[in-house]
């Protein structure tokens, strides 16, 4: 390994490691360039209310007690000696009355802004309830320990069944982005008395590492290069502690990513300078990555050989040009035995929901058209749409 990457992965080890009160005091004298960014729930908080003031629909927000860990599991969502309360950061928006409950999930080191420029067309039809996933946002951030596939979807999970309990919802539409959309698919399985409809938005998870590596990508893992970037994923170097070791500029190189990434396919709906610094905020959850995919984004534990214990009627969403592979849900649709579609958004990538706003709602409403309008015919798919 290059002195490089050993000095790159010291610092960003160094930078990710906590601080004691006293050590913080005792470096204040640093210049500020090097409290880059803030590690804090409340800046997060901070951040998540200027995307929040973004949206014309009244809201409340709260930080719903999920208990210090689930009763009778043998996994504990944190580890530690302390029997501490942990919480869920919840948005519900103003509705009216009788309309459905969607719950949205967002995905890999996000947090429920992300859904900022839908809440307000959604919230017209449903009564809409965002969470930060445990580890992330606004959320509590216990200590992650999980040494397994299992251990690490429970953890996720639990979570959220503990605070589906505490908010005392059941048959709810539940919507998943991406990691997400793991989340929710691996939720439904476990518990589909709770979940009415499966909204699942470029879902990762389908697809195995065995049967669908591509050529490139198994020349490339032969390389020196492959082979030092697959031990450093199954180290737990995530793409987060990268960010953090290139110091003071992490923000910025975030800032211009998620700049340029979500214009990529936009339909005239670019992200201003301000939104897009919003959504740069630093996440805390990402230590579940290696135990839940391999090198490549493949599933330790794919969705498609779950598809003959599927129990609720499904929808999947892919932007057209969306990395996640629409063919790993067709291929489970042919094995489940629930109503499946799946519905591709054109002008839009794996951020549909971002990228082509006009058209993910029309998907969504569409997807969810016996919920909203249950005596109407409207099984005709809204112009634009592509239905596979």
């Known amino acids: 390994m290059s002195i490089g ?5 010291k610092m960003a080890e160094q930078i990710n490691s906590s601080t004691t009160a006293a050590e913080a005091k005792k470096w204040s004298f640093w210049p500020s360039v090097f409290r880059w960014i803030p590690t804090s729930t409340d800046h997060i908080i901070a951040a998540e209310k200027r995307l ?13 007690n999920i208990g210090s860990g689930p009763p009778g599991s043998k996994v504990r969502w944190f580890r530690s000696v302390s029997n501490e309360p942990r919480f869920i950061n919840t948005v519900t928006f103003d509705s009216k009355e009788g309309s459905p409950t969607l719950v949205m999930v967002h995905g890999y080191g996000a947090s429920q802004g992300f859904f900022f420029r839908n809440f307000d067309a959604l919230a017209k039809h449903f009564k809409v309830i965002a969470i930060d996933q445990l580890g992330w946002g606004g959320s509590s951030r216990p200590d992650f320990t999980c040494r397994s596939t299992e251990e690490t979807e429970d953890w996720f999970i639990d979570s959220f069944e503990e605070w589906r309990k505490a908010k005392n919802l059941s048959n709810f539409i539940l919507l998943g982005h991406s990691f997400g959309g793991y989340v929710a698919a691996k939720y439904a399985l476990k518990h589909p008395e709770h979940v009415q409809q499966l909204v699942l938005v470029g879902p990762a998870g389908f697809t195995s590492q065995t049967e669908h590596m ?7 893992r032969a390389t020196w290069k492959g082979a030092v970037l697959n031990h450093l994923w199954e ?15 992490g923000p910025d190189l975030v800032r211009r990513y998620t700049n340029s990434r979500f214009s ?9 300078e301000e939104e897009s610094r919003l959504l740069s905020a630093k996440p805390s959850g990402e ?4 135990y839940i995919f391999s090198f490549g984004a493949f599933a330790k534990s794919p969705l498609l050989y779950r598809a003959p214990d599927w129990k609720v009627p499904t929808a999947f969403i892919y932007g057209h ?11 489970a649709r042919k094995n489940m035995k629930v109503p499946c579609e799946i519905i591709r958004v054109p002008q839009a990538g794996h951020f549909v929901f971002l990228e082509n706003t006009v058209a993910f709602h029309s998907a969504v409403l569409y997807a969810c058209r016996r919920f909203i309008s249950p005596q109407e015919d409207n099984n005709s798919l809204p112009e634009g749409l592509i239905s596979v």
């Not at 990457?5 to 992965?9: G, I």
Request: proline letters at 5%.
């Open 5 to 9: 990457l050993r000095r790159l992965m």
């Open 52 to 64: 929040l003031s973004l949206v014309r629909t009244p809201y409340t927000q709260e930080q719903v």
């Open 214 to 220: 591509s050529e490139r990508m198994t020349k490339f």
């Open 235 to 249: 180290s737990n170097f995530t793409p987060m502690k990268i960010i953090r070791g290139v110091g003071p500029w």
């Open 264 to 272: 990529s396919y936009s339909n005239g709906d670019d992200l201003t």
């Open 287 to 290: 230590l579940c990555l290696k």
């Open 321 to 331: 040009q969306d990395w996640m592979n629409y063919q790993g849900a067709e291929q």
